[in-house]
């Protein structure tokens, strides 16, 4: 099983700055890693897929970067409504599909 | 639009039964893997269980191999999740998910939550 590990686990960063989140998996996933946005009481929306393509509709201030084990998600600059938990999962080896145990941005 | 709507959630006692459901609408569902993932109270996701297109195929995870089961009625566009012997772990809000690909999940329905306490 592929172990996905985020860092931080929570960010704290002031509206209008840039937030960097990392994902890090135990063995290469090669590009073949998502990131979702959770909002308390809503389930996860896609964000980014094949490590750095957006999702429709999704905001140009995400970004996504990597490749095998090592991968970052990038918010140019923090909307208010970009305050959230952030999961990354690879979808490479399965089953099982999994998970990293998440990263919250909240404001500072 | 894609809508997935999740149903049969509530509170059960440790070892007893409970079916959920997801009603599908907006794409072609019979051409699409579904999948179950749960999140506990304040906890992260976790994979449950995926179920190919035609049914024929199904994966569980570690954690529910044995007691759970997925099965899927193309005519209906619904797909359901049979938990048998549930765990007081295995409360969690359950999400059905639509996947794209190997493994992407695209489309999530709003979730269903299962309680499992005495």
């Known amino acids: 099983e592929i172990v996905m590990t985020q860092s931080p686990a929570t960010l704290s960063v002031s509206p209008g700055e840039r937030a960097t989140l990392s994902c890090r998996a135990s063995q290469s996933v090669s590009s073949n890693l998502a990131w979702y946005q959770q909002k308390p009481g809503q389930a996860p929306r896609l964000l980014i897929y094949g490590a750095s393509t957006r999702a429709t509709g999704i905001a140009a201030r995400f970004s996504g970067s990597g490749s095998g084990t090592e991968f970052t998600l990038s918010i140019s600059s923090l909307q208010s409504e970009d305050f959230a938990v952030y999961y990354c999962?690879?979808?490479?080896?399965?089953?099982?599909?999994?998970f990293g145990q998440g990263t919250k941005v909240e404001i500072k | 639009q894609v809508q997935l709507v999740e149903s049969g959630g509530g509170v059960v006692h440790p070892g007893r039964s409970l079916r959920l459901s997801c009603a599908a609408s907006?794409?072609?569902?019979?051409?699409?893997?579904m999948h179950w993932v749960r999140q506990a109270p304040g906890k992260g996701l976790e994979w449950v269980a995926v179920?190919?297109?035609?049914?024929?195929?199904?994966y569980y995870a570690d954690s529910v191999k044995g007691r759970f089961t997925m099965s899927r009625d193309n005519s209906k566009n619904t797909v359901h999740l049979q938990m048998n012997s549930l765990r007081a772990e295995d409360t969690a809000v359950y999400y059905c998910?639509?996947?794209?690909?190997?493994?992407?999940?695209?489309?999530w329905g709003q979730g269903t939550l299962v309680t499992v306490s005495s």
């Open positions: 998910a639509r996947v794209r690909g190997s493994g992407l999940f695209d489309y």
């Open positions: 999962q690879q979808y490479n080896n399965w089953p099982p599909w999994t």
């Open positions: 179920i190919s297109d035609d049914g024929s195929n199904k």
């Open positions: 907006g794409f072609t569902f019979s051409r699409s893997a």
